[in-house]
T-cell receptor, first 114, second 113 residues
């Protein structure tokens, strides 16, 4: 069975500072993909970044980077230079052997303070 | 075009009404999804269509009826809903590849009165 765990229900960060959102996962699939999504209050799920289980390097997309530690089964999202518009829910997700299923964590509500 | 378009954005319906939610994508994706999301919770998978065939039904009550008329369209027919069915309904699409992301629509905020 697949499981995604996000242990931080809510977090605060000062504008322009970096923040790390935690995600751990459990799977027996040899190959899988890890994803982070942002959901503002408007409701749309916005794809941020992807990491493949066989990728040697950590993924980066602009201000977003993924700290992937395969042995620890963690895939933490790092947001550098936080902006007020980063305030939103953030979901970690995984796609494995049954690749038509995306498994979501419970989410982290990030608040960026001016 | 990397958009998934959902209509309507908001819907209020009575428990005896019949309504439909619509979803459209033109990215050539062959997998399409319906998710239900309650406030402050993660999305819950309801249905998956793969190549226009229903491949996953997560034990959803029959008052929700999905339909995939063609590879670009996905509908969710609603009938005799309960107030607890009020939620954000999200449509998504993706390629059939575990290493690609799903694209989500903006959702339909459904209120059952």
């Amino acid at each position: 069975a697949q499981k995604i765990t996000q242990t931080q229900p809510g977090m605060f960060v000062q504008e322009k500072e970096a923040v790390t959102l935690d995600c751990t996962y459990d799977t027996s699939d040899p190959s899988y993909g890890l994803f982070w999504y942002k959901q503002p209050s408007s409701g749309e799920m916005i794809f941020l970044i992807y990491q493949g289980s066989y990728d040697q390097q950590n993924a980066t997309e602009g201000r977003y980077s993924l700290n992937f530690q395969k042995a620890r089964k963690s895939a933490n999202l790092v947001i550098s230079a936080s902006q007020l518009g980063d305030s939103a829910m953030y979901f970690c997700a995984m796609r494995g052997y049954n690749f038509n299923k995306f498994y979501f964590g419970s989410g982290t509500k990030l608040n960026v303070k001016p | 075009d990397t958009e998934v378009t959902q209509t309507p954005k908001h819907l209020v319906m009575g428990m005896t009404n019949k309504k439909s939610l619509k979803c459209e994508q033109h990215m050539g994706h062959r997998a399409m999804y319906w998710y239900k999301q309650k406030a402050k919770k993660p999305p819950e998978l309801m249905f998956v269509y793969s190549y226009e065939k229903l491949s996953i039904n997560e034990s959803v009550p029959s008052r929700f009826s999905p339909e995939c008329p063609n590879s670009s369209l996905l509908n969710l027919h609603l009938h005799a809903l309960q107030p607890e069915d009020s939620a954000l309904y999200l449509c998504a699409s993706s390629q059939d590849d575990r290493n690609t992301e799903a694209f989500f629509g903006q959702g339909t905020r459904l209120t059952v009165v």
